[in-house]
C-alpha cells in the first residue's frame, strides 16, 4: 500500500464542487470524494503555512513543536511523519513546497552534519527529497525571501524561459503594454500568466509526481504538495477567464463585526491585506483567479487519477487530499488566513482507500472534529507500523474509514502566533503574549488570546457565518468557561515525555524492587525472600582490609 | 567567579538550624545562610529525584522537558546548564549524582557517537564529568538498579573493601551478631555504618571536591552532588547515635485526613512506604539516623568553607546550597516524597554571593515564590551570559540578592508524574492520567488530579501544616476556579518556540516584505517604489525563447 498525500496551499474548505460551491466544478477532487471519505470539519493546527505543515508533518500541536510560524526552525530531533513511517518500513518523500526552516543552530551544536543522511532529513522536516520548492522566489531590496535553490526556476531556464528569475516574470506576472505585469498586483489578477500552461507549477509538479510514481518501489507515502492557489494569484490560460465578477459571493461580513471588536480581530482588520480585501474591486480581479488556480490543479489531480488507473497503482494508493489553511478572500473583512474563521482554519480533506475494508465509506462524508494532525498517524496505520501515541497527538482517522464510530475528542485546537506581525507592535503585546488559540467544540468556538484580551465566542448552530461574536460585553460566560475548561486540560496534555512510550512504563512499573530499591522495609519480612537476598545473611569478617584498624 | 552548586538529595527544608530545627544543628548550612539569602519558598518542580533533577538542570518545567520520573531519559537535543554557560564562557561540571538517563535511542537516530564530546554531555545532562555516581548501587533479583560502573564503589576497593559491592555492605549497612545488618532494613538505621567515616560517601564526595576546586581553572560552576541525606538511612559513627528518639517530633499528621481523602492521596497513604513511616517506632530510629546524615554533610560542607577560605576562593565563588526534594518523614501518614505537601516539595535554598553587590542581604531571607528552574538562569547571569528566556523559563534570582524588588511569578508550579507507580494500577487510572499539578500562590495550594479525580486544596495561612483539604466536599469553587486559572495560564505557556529567541523575532517583524512577500498590493501604489522594484518595469521581449510559438 502507498500514500500519495496531496496538500494544496491555502484552498479553502469550500471551494470544491463537492463541497458545495455553486459554480466552481472540480470533477476530479469530487472523483476521489466519490471512492472515498470527505471529512467535513478538519482544522489545521494553526492558520500559516509553516505551523500549519510542521504540525501535520509531526502529527503535533504547534505549542509541542514549538515552530510556531513561517521560518521558526523545527528543532532539531523532532520526530516527523517520515521517522515514523520509515520504521513501518515505509518510504516517505517529498515533492514540492514544506516551508520547512532547519534548525541549524540545533544541528551544529550536535554535531550533524548537514550532507549526511540523517542531516539532509533533520533539514528537510524528515522527507526525502524528489524535488523540494516551497514556491515563493519573491525578490525585494534584501534579496530573496527564500535563499534555496529553486528547481522550478531551474526547468523554466531548461524549457527556454530567459529571465533572471522566470517565477515572477513568467509564472506569476502578466503582461501589459509590453511590460511585466506583477501578480503582485491584484490588479492583474484577470491578465494570464506570462507562461505556458505545461510549464506552470502546477504543472511541472504534476510532472514530476508521475515521474515519481513511475520508477518509486513500494511501499512509499508520497507528500505532493503544490504550492497554488495560495497567491500570487495569477494563473495561465485557459484559466485565467474561465471565471468571472459573477461567480464571485458576497463577502460574508457584516458591519457589526467591526464595531467593539476583539482587539486582535480589529488590529486584522485595519492591516494591508484586509485593506485591499474590503475592496470589492479586488475580490472581483482576484476571486475568479482563485477559482482558476484551484480548477488548474483539479485538471491536473485528473492527470494523476488516470495515471493511477492506467498503471493499475490505483488498487494500492491511498490517495489524500488537503490543505495547510484556507483563504479569507474578503470575508469577515480580512485577507489571507492567520485567525480562526472558517474560511481560514477549516480545511477540505477527502481519503480514499482502495481497500475493501473501506468500502461501506465511499462517497460518504464525515462530520467528527478531524485535525490535521491525524494525518501522521493514520498513514502510520495504514504503513502497518504502531503509532508512537506519546509523541503523535492525533488519532488515526482510519476507524472513521472503516465505518467504526471510535471514540473521538471533544474539540479542536488551533494556535496562531502573531508575534512576527506588525499587530504584535500596535497593540503593544508582547513578543510572548502574542498568542491565540481557538477551541472548537462542534458548536461553540472560543478564540482566547493571550496579553489580557478578551475572547471571541461563535455559536456556529446558530451563526454559521460567524458575524455574532457571543463574548462581546462579557456575554456567555457560562460557554465561555466550559471551553476555557477544555483548553485548560489540553493545556495539561502530555506532549513532551517523547523517550517512554506508555507501554515502556507499564512494562516498568514496580521493576526498581526487582533491582533492588526497597525503601520501606522494617526488617524484611515485607517482601518475598528473594528481593532482599542480596542484603540477607553475608558474614562481615571479610568486609574491610583495614591496615590502620 | 565560580559558583558551587551543591545539592544534597532528599534534604527537608527545615532540617536545619538556620531553618528552625529546634536540635539538630548545622553551623554551616548557617554559616553560608549568614554570609547571603535564605529562600524561604522555594519549590521543586516535581517532588522525585529525576525529574526534579532534570527540571533544575534544564531551567525548564517537567511537562517542558518531558523526562517526568526516574529512569525517563532527557531527549537528546533539549538545552542544559551546561548549555548554556559553556556558551557564556563558563564551564559547568558534574560532581555526584544527577539521576540522568541517556536517550539513547535519539542519539542513535540522530548519528551522535556516544563517545565524542558532544554524545558524551547529551549523556551527562549537559555536564562535564569529573565524577559521576548516582549513589544507588542497589541489587536485587533481576540485577543491579543502576548498571553503570561506580567509582565511589572502586574508590572503596582501592581502600581495601573487598566485598563485591561495598556500597551494599559497608556504606549502607551496619552489623549485627556477625552479619551485615543492611540500612535497607529501618531496623537496622540505629547501627553504625560498616564503614570508616572518611570513607563514606559523603566524605569521599566532598575529598573529590576539594581535589577538582585544587585544579580547576575558572570561571566554572562545579555542581557537587551528595546523595545524601537520601536512604537507605544509615550513617556511620559518630553520626550514628548523635541523635535520639527525643530528637524527633510528632508526626504532621491528623486523622481528618483519612477520611474522605482525595484518591491519589489515599492511595498513596496506603503504599508499602506510608505503611512504614506510619509506625512510630520506625520514625523513632529513622528520623535521627536522618538528621545524623545531614550533621554528617554539614560537616563536611564546613571542610568545603574552610577550604575555600583558606586557598581565598571564598572572595569569588557563589555558594549554592539546595535539594531536589524533600522527605515527609511519616508526616501526613507518608514517607518518601512524591506529593506536594510543603515537608516533599519544598526545599532548602541559600545563596551566597560574595560581590558586594550582595552585601545588602547577607544574612537576611527571601519569602519570594522561587522555583528550581530559576538557579540555572541565575548561574547564566553570574556567568556574564543572556538568559535565553525562550528556553530557560525559570528567572534568575540576582535582583533578590541585590536587594531589589523584581515584578515576579504569582504562583510556582509542581507536576508528578505517577504512572511508573502501582498507585496508577491501583486506582486504575489511564498511564496517561496519571499526572498531578500544583499550583500555589503563596497562600493556597492546589493539587489537581488528571482523570477526573477532585483537587486538594489547602490555606496555609489558616492552617500551616495542610491538614485540612478544603476541597472535600465540593468546597471553595471560588478559590479553586482561581487556582485553575492559574494553571491554565502556565499550561498555555511558551514553552517549545527554542529555536528563535524574542529578539530574533522582533528583528525580523516585517523582513518578509523586503524579500518580496507583497500579498496586499492592489497596484503598487501601496508601498515605496523600492519595495517593488523587482516586479516593475521590466520589458517583456526576453521572456521566453519559445521554439514553438
Redesign the interface.
Known sequence: MNILFIMYDQLRFDYLSCAGHPTLKTPNFDRVAARGVRFTNCYVQSPICGASRMSTYTGRYA???????????????EHTMG?HLREAGMGCWLLGKTHMKV?A??MK????APD?V?GAR?AECGFDVWVRDDG?W????????DEKHSPYNAYLKSK????E??W???AN?G?ED???A?G????NADKPA???EEDSETAWLTSETLRFMDQAKGPWCAHVSYIKPH??YIVPAPYHDMFGPDDVPPAVRSDEERQDAQPVFDAFMH???A??FQ?DE?RRKVIPAYMGLIKQCDDHLGRILDHLDATGQADDTMIVLTSDHGDYLGDHWL??KDLFHEPSVKVPLIIADPRSSADATRGTTCDALVEAIDLAPTFVEVAGGTVAD?ILEGHSLMPWLRGETPDWRQFAISEY?Y????V??KLGV???DA?L?MVFDGRYKLM?A?GGLRPMLFDLDTDPDELNDLARGNAHQDQIARL?EM??Q???R???????S?AQ??A?????????????????S?VAD??????????????????EA
Open positions: 505549542s509541542s513543536h514549538g515552530a510556531q510560524w513561517n521560518g521558526f526552525p523545527l528543532r532539531v530531533g521517522d534548525d543552530e540545533g551544536r550536535l554535531g550533524i549526511s540523517i533533520q515563493l519573491a525578490e525585494g531590496p534584501d534579496g530573496f525571501y527556454g524561459y530567459e529571465a528569475n522566470p515572477s516574470v513568467n506576472a503582461v509590453g511590460e511585466i506583477s503582485w498586483m491584484f490588479d506570462n507562461i505556458r497567491w500570487p492591516n494591508k491585506i485593506a485591499a475592496q479586488v485577507g489571507e506519546h502566533d508575534s512576527s506581525t506588525p504584535c507592535d508582547s513578543t510572548r498568542r488559540f482566547h493571550e476555557y483548553l485548560g489540553w493545556g495539561r502530555m506532549s513532551q515525555r517523547v523517550t517512554k506508555d512504563i507499564e516498568g512499573r514496580g521493576r526498581s524492587m526487582r533491582r533492588g530499591i526497597l525503601p520501606f522495609l522494617k526488617d524484611g515485607e528473594e528481593l532482599t537476598q542480596a542484603y540477607r545473611g553475608r558474614a562481615v569478617d571479610n568486609h574491610v582490609q583495614d591496615d
